[in-house]
């Protein structure tokens, strides 16, 4: 049997056929599925060992980029969507999914040595100490990028991709930006970096545009939670699964490998 994958659609949601694609040829049953078909119980977080929340613009960002979308998750969803990743479900969220994962404290989550339930862990992750703001450009950013992944991270299944990643941006607030420097070492030391912006030959692009879009603190494309099980970034892989998709011409660094990964690790 195929792995089943929820993906989640939301209005304004526009990336959720891309995705469910990339599963598809990843070997997973995609499933995409309207945020009120999950409000009404036509259909459970539980039936599924897997959540993806693909990118667009969730109710037009109207709040701000994936804001909306966060407070469903934290109001509606709260203690189905953090029983799903304490089970060690995998849960994947790419760019305006990237964005609503961060602002509803889903990613990097709470530090390990908290154990607040319930309400107070909602205000701790209220508390957020990363965030995706506008980018450093000041304005939308769409264009290829490369990706390296972190093999120290704790998403173990990461390692499986051998490969950089060259694949699409298409965002306006994709700026990873930390609240000060012990955060950025904390995420650094507890291997919550999952993806970082490099040159072509995979090289640190150190900050310099267009390498790293969107002026992202340490080159950071996406990360991690402390279990390794739940991982966003603000690049589009869904968008290179095919060599013809590629405006280069070649035939390797495909974003499939990512989806590959994550259906392997189900």
């Known amino acids: 049997m195929k792995p089943a994958i929820l993906i989640l659609h939301a209005s304004g949601v526009n990336r959720d056929a891309e995705a469910a694609r990339a599963c598809e040829l990843a070997g997973g049953a995609p499933e995409i599925v309207h945020i009120n078909q999950l409000r009404c119980g036509e259909r459970k977080l539980t039936d599924y060992p897997m959540l993806l929340l693909p990118g667009g613009f969730s109710y037009g960002d109207a709040l701000g980029a994936g804001v909306r979308l966060a407070l469903d ?131 640190p692009a150190n900050g310099v545009y267009p390498l790293n879009p969107n002026g992202s603190v340490a080159d950071i494309a996406g990360i991690c939670n402390r279990r390794g099980n739940v991982v966003g970034l603000m690049p589009h892989p869904e968008d290179h699964i095919l060599p013809i998709q590629n405006p280069l011409g070649g035939s390797g660094r495909l974003g499939l490998a990512l989806f590959q990964a994550m259906v392997a690790a189900l």
């Open 73 to 203: 998750l934290q109001v509606y969803f709260h203690d189905q969507l953090h029983d799903f990743i304490d089970r060690g479900r995998l849960v994947l969220g790419i760019c305006n999914g990237f964005q609503a994962l961060v602002k509803a404290g889903v990613l990097p989550g709470v530090r390990a040595d908290r154990s607040a339930t319930g309400l107070r862990a909602i205000e701790e992750m209220a508390l957020r100490r990363v965030t995706l703001t506008e980018n450093a450009g000041g304005h939308f950013e769409c264009r290829w990028v490369h990706l390296a992944v972190n093999r120290r991270a704790k998403a173990a299944f990461l390692r499986n991709i051998e490969d950089l990643i060259f694949c699409p941006v298409a965002h306006g607030e994709g700026n990873f930006q930390v609240k000060d420097a012990e955060m950025l070492a904390e995420i650094e030391q507890e291997g919550l970096v999952a993806f970082r912006y490099v040159d072509a030959e995979g090289r």
